[in-house]
């Protein structure tokens, strides 16, 4: 991780992982990633309207989390940098 943050690399965190059992692999390391500020930004990589629960309660738990304002700034903020002008 830290190499690639070295190179200039953002990293976005899907908010399915953050929905899945907590007993999972992937939101325990999606968990750790956002509460040590890894990532730029948080999208739901949503392709189909199958896994949009498991997308908004990870959204929901990453807000328990983080709290609004850092999810706020990971969902509208700094997307909005990436956009140009």
């Given at each position: ?29 999606a ?7 890894r ?18 309660d ?28």
């Amino acid at each position: 991780m830290d190499y690639f943050r070295d190179l200039g690399l953002l990293l976005q965190g899907n908010l399915q992982c953050l929905g899945e059992n907590p007993r999972e692999r992937r939101r325990q390391l999606a968990e750790r990633f956002l509460s040590e500020g890894r990532y730029f930004l948080l999208g739901t990589d949503l392709h189909n309207f199958d896994t949009l629960q498991e997308r908004l309660d990870g959204l929901s738990n990453a807000i328990g989390l983080v709290g609004e304002s850092a999810v706020d700034r990971l969902t509208v903020e700094n997307p909005r940098l990436l956009l140009p002008g």
